[in-house]
């Protein structure tokens, strides 16, 4: 029996080895299993990226080049690498200024294949072969805003900035938030259906303005500086003032009048040189449009201080200083067409004689105030148009106003309006010289000798920096029977202008009395322009009108 239960022990033990041997080896194979199980989990997660990545089997990746500017470049290099890899399309991407690049453009000289530029406005002015093409028409969108003082009250609309007298204002030719405000008067003007004479008027001081200024001195940076220094408020892009906003203690704060305004909208245009490149060029485009557009982009985008297409509310960081919901204003392109057109005419330096008939018949009553009166409200008003780096001079005219055989008077020789003579500046005289024009009324109309001496004392001071004129207002006929003929006037004013040193008559009649056929043809015949204000509340805004066209 002792021997039985000593083998039985020995037995026992040596199950109890055995089982403890399988439990080991059961666990080792539980947990090679799981190991097997995380790897091919593991593996199969990575097939789908990689096959994607391969999927698309690309024969051959194509490069495009792409210029931007530096808004949007950090949020451009990001997208890049997000580019769906089916578009088998790689990016060398380079930032430079917008005016560079359209410069390159126009040029063919370093035209990249793809231009991602701040303004459709600015893709349609380049003028190259083959035309820049707009492949996406919007990747953000940054409204134009104006900037001043906290608590100051923005102006009712666009077309009132404009008028205000002391807005600080970039080139709409070549900055595109100046652009963008530019846009916003213009579609008020359309929208309301009225007259841009009065935005134009408005137009012409600031463009004189910008011009004698450096390109330095109209960034949007700089107009935030000056801004910040002083009391005047500043059109810039909403971009470009959270910035300057993130970055600044700042006195300013950004609005835009009525919640309207139009926007920078950060195209992507087509524009290799080479016409066998444009048709993946374009698809290329579209493919970072969408790695631009996606969750990643957009926040790429916002942190740059621009808002989504079509400008909805600005989120991110941004938004504290952003100027709130936008309604969105678009100007025709004829419009916009004929409002950058006039600020370039409008750029070039004003230098005119004012020719101011006071012949007997200007003191006629013309509702309640004479011709005269009504005149001379005209020309106080447009005084204010002109800034200072304008050439102005002033002849009031009638038979022998100037003595024996001269029928002009010289109340002031041309200078510029801020020039001083005798304690006064030039835009002080000429008021003056306005208001004594009622003293000098009477006698006949000497339309025609005066006109051509006021044709060649301008010539004979020509100016090649700016547009030389004549504006001559008259409300009747030529009445001196000694005087040259019309068509000896005509015959005089061909045969000695001259192309290299072009001057310009612009007339205007004032109401039915003046002879509209005549002052056609002296204005025709210096390829100028003429206006009739056939009745004489007429007067204020023809000579407006008249202001704006001198340049074209």
Not at 104 to 116: C, N, R, Y
Not at 492 to 520: M, Q, S, Y
């Amino acid at each position: 029996m002792a021997g039985r239960r000593v083998a039985n022990r020995a037995e026992l033990k040596t199950n109890r080895r055995a089982r403890r041997r399988r439990s080991r080896l059961g666990a080792a194979v539980l947990v090679a299993a799981g190991a097997l199980v995380v790897l091919g989990l593991a593996a199969w997660a990575l097939v789908p990226r990689f096959m994607t990545a391969s999927a698309p089997k690309c024969a051959s990746t194509e490069t495009y080049s792409l210029l931007t500017d530096s808004t949007t470049l950090a949020a451009v290099n990001k997208a890049v690498a997000r580019v769906d890899p089916a578009a088998c399309t790689a990016f060398k991407v380079d930032v430079a200024e917008q005016t560079d690049i359209a410069a390159k453009v126009g040029t063919g000289k370093g035209a990249p294949d793809l231009w991602l530029a701040d303004s459709a406005n600015r893709v349609g002015a380049v003028t190259a072969a083959p035309k820049p093409e707009i492949a996406v028409p919007s990747i953000a969108a940054s409204p134009a805003v104006i900037v001043a003082p906290k608590g100051t009250a923005a102006p009712a609309s666009w077309s009132a900035a404009f008028g205000g007298g002391n807005l600080q204002f970039g080139d709409p030719l070549s900055s595109a938030s100046a652009s963008a405000a530019l846009s916003a008067a213009v579609a008020e003007g359309e929208a309301a259906s009225a007259g841009q004479s009065a935005l134009a008027a408005s137009l012409g001081k600031l463009a004189q303005g910008a011009a004698q200024r450096s390109a330095a001195t109209l960034t949007d940076s700089a107009l935030l500086d000056s801004a910040e220094r002083g009391t005047a408020p500043a059109v810039v892009a909403e971009s470009s003032w959270i910035s300057y906003a993130s970055s600044h203690q700042t006195k300013l704060a950004a609005a835009v009048p009525g919640g309207k305004a139009a926007v920078i909208d950060y195209p992507i245009a087509v524009t290799s040189p080479d016409a066998g490149r444009r048709a993946g060029a374009t698809g290329a485009a579209k493919a970072l449009a969408a790695a631009l557009g996606d969750d990643q982009g957009r926040a790429d985008l916002t942190a740059a201080g621009l808002r989504a297409p079509g400008a909805g509310p600005l989120g991110g960081a941004g938004a504290q200083y952003s100027a709130g919901a936008v309604t969105v204003l678009a100007p025709s392109a004829n419009g916009i067409s004929r409002a950058l057109k006039t600020w370039a005419l409008q750029a070039v330096p004003f230098r005119s004689l004012v020719v101011m008939d006071v012949s007997g018949s200007m003191n006629l009553d013309a509702g309640g105030k004479t011709r005269m009166q009504l005149t001379q409200e005209a020309a106080t008003t447009g005084l204010g148009m002109f800034p200072d780096t304008a050439q102005l001079g002033m002849w009031g005219f009638s038979i022998g106003l100037g003595g024996p055989g001269q029928d002009y008077k010289e109340l002031d020789p041309i200078r510029r309006m801020d020039a001083v003579t005798d304690g006064k500046t030039q835009r002080q005289r000429l008021g003056t010289d306005i208001q004594s024009l009622g003293g000098l009324v009477g006698g006949g109309t000497g339309l025609y000798d005066t006109a051509l001496a006021a044709f060649r004392t301008v010539k004979a001071s020509y100016d090649p920096r700016a547009v030389n004129s004549v504006i001559l207002f008259t409300d009747g006929a030529n009445e001196k029977p000694n005087s040259i003929s019309l068509d000896e006037l005509l015959a005089a004013l061909n045969r000695e202008k001259d192309p290299a040193k072009p001057v310009i008559f612009v007339t205007i009649g004032i109401t039915g009395d003046a002879d509209a056929d005549v002052l056609k043809q002296i204005a025709a015949a210096t390829g100028g322009s003429s206006y009739v204000a056939k009745d004489p509340a007429d007067i204020p805004k023809v000579f407006t009108e008249a202001l704006v066209a001198r340049a074209q």
